[in-house]
T-cell receptor, first 115, second 115 residues
């Protein structure tokens, strides 16, 4: 089975621009979560999608948004980029549904640099 | 609020010696607990989890962790460290009452194993 894939792997954007990151979960997985990883803040939960609906949300401003498609692929969007948005964005998938005791499977991440 | 503390930024161990990476959590009820490892320029890999039952759980690569409810701890251990164990280790907690897979991660502990 192919793992979680994220595109692009690297991205450089300018302040004020917007960006869209993509995540394809493991085949059959229905839950996709997004995390932001920075040296100062560590790993922070952004949001989780399950069956095209946002199920959980972290404490990020409204500039951060996401969506999930019927094939479980997910995108996250950051509008009006700020320097502080520079980070590694990780996507994780789980089978979803039923029990919440599954571990998450992480993609390699998208490294976003805002200049 | 849920939180996870990893009190050590870095742990140094000689190869062949036992290692311990500490983790304490603050979640009421019966949380799910996880350990993940991150190698350079890669996403997180699942090591082990505690859901219920035996307090000592065994995971990948010879790692184990002991759940202690009274001390709200979930320390990661390995009897004999390898140089290849050098990586960044994250403890994580999930409150099953929230539904879904929202997971709170600790700040991470960098493990250095010296030959």
């Amino acid at each position: 089975k192919a793992g979680v894939t994220q595109t692009p792997r690297y991205l450089i954007k300018t302040r004020g621009q917007q960006v869209t990151l993509s995540c394809s979960p493991i085949s059959g997985h229905r839950s996709v979560s997004w995390y932001q990883q920075t040296p100062g803040q560590g790993l922070q939960f952004l949001f989780e999608y399950f069956s095209e609906t946002q199920r959980n949300k972290g404490n990020f401003p409204g500039r951060f948004s996401g969506r999930q498609f019927s094939n479980s692929r997910s995108e996250m969007n950051v509008s009006t980029l700020e320097l502080g948005d520079s980070a590694l964005y990780l996507c994780a998938s789980t089978p979803g549904g039923g029990s919440a005791n599954y571990e998450q499977y992480f993609g390699p991440g998208t490294r976003l640099t805002v200049t | 609020a849920q939180s996870v503390a990893q009190p050590e930024d870095q742990v140094n161990v000689a190869e062949g010696n036992p290692l311990t990476v500490k983790c304490t959590y603050s979640v009421s009820g019966n949380p799910y607990l996880f350990w993940y490892v991150q190698y350079p320029n890669r996403g997180l890999q699942f090591l082990l989890k505690y859901i219920t039952g035996d307090n000592l759980v065994k995971g990948s690569y010879g790692f184990e962790a002991e759940f202690n409810k009274s001390q709200t701890s979930f320390h990661l251990k390995k009897p004999s460290a390898l140089v290849s164990d050098s990586a960044l280790y994250f403890c994580a907690v999930r409150d099953p009452r929230t539904g879904g897979f929202k997971t709170i991660f600790g700040a991470g502990t960098r493990l250095f194993v010296k030959a």
